[in-house]
């Protein structure tokens, strides 16, 4: 970090390098960007504070970006803001993570459902250019991008559905699960990487085209099947017992008891 109020471009590793400053964003998006890599990369422990003071006088910056992009780590669903205490890393029990998981499955099925048979053409084609900017996005590099743009995938899909309720109920639920927390693991286990984001590509495809089609039938199954897919990589990835990821699906009558 060099200079007062400008922000370096990062390597994973924490230490900055030499280069050119990234002059096309806001300071405080700067900002943002710098702690969600070190986040995804699990420079930062879930539950551990983010010190204003500290994070500013690291980046050579004023305190007002750094509050700036904590707030945006907190919209994110990252971090967590405690009154008269500051603002420290999501951390998540297994009961809420599968709380939030379960909500996925409810919400983005029904969501699909009126998207599919009402989306603008011009979201489609939004939704298509998120896809293709994900296509190659393999590397340890690569995953707060992956990251965000995943997200704007599935907030757009939700939103296309023209609910402001469903929209704002998702906004929740999406900030109380544990992608980040997907991505972090990966970054620890890099030969998982490649695989397990080439077939989220290849998912959120099949989604899509489906919603092209508009076959809300077939993009709706294709959605709870992404998202089940999901909950292998919190059992396998974070040790969520699949006993109580499978217990609450059938509580909410999400697949049928024999």
């Known amino acids: 970090m060099k200079g007062h109020g400008q922000v370096a471009e990062h390597d994973y590793d924490g230490e900055g390098r030499d280069g050119d400053f990234l002059k096309r964003k806001s300071l405080k998006d700067e900002v943002f960007e710098h702690l969600h890599r070190r986040i995804v990369a ?46 420290h890393i999501i951390k998540l029990t297994s009961a809420e993570i599968v709380d939030a998981y379960v909500m996925r499955l409810l919400i983005e099925g029904a969501a699909v459902r009126v998207a599919t048979n009402i989306i603008a ?61 997907l991505y972090e693991y990966m970054f620890r286990h890099p030969e998982l990487l490649e695989t397990s984001l080439t077939r989220e590509y290849r998912e959120h495809k099949a989604i899509l085209d489906a919603i092209a089609a508009r076959d809300a039938k077939t993009a709706v199954n294709n959605t709870i099947q992404h998202i089940r897919n999901l909950s292998k990589e919190l059992n396998s990835f974070l040790g969520v017992p699949e006993e109580m990821l499978r217990e609450q699906e059938v509580l909410f009558g999400l697949v049928e008891t024999h």
């Open 42 to 87: 699990g420079k930062y422990a879930p539950g551990e504070w983010l010190r204003q003071e500290e994070i500013a006088n690291q980046l050579g910056v004023s305190q007002t970006p750094v509050r700036e992009a904590l707030d945006l780590l907190v919209s994110a669903g990252l971090a967590r803001r405690v009154p008269y205490r500051g603002v």
């Open 121 to 181: 053409e011009d979201q489609i084609a939004e939704l298509f250019d998120i896809l293709e900017q994900t296509r190659n996005l393999v590397t340890l590099d690569d995953m707060s991008t992956q990251r965000q743009l995943n997200k704007r995938f599935h907030m757009l899909v939700v939103k296309a559905s023209r609910n402001l309720l469903i929209r704002q109920i998702y906004e929740m639920v999406s900030n109380s699960f544990p992608d980040w927390m």
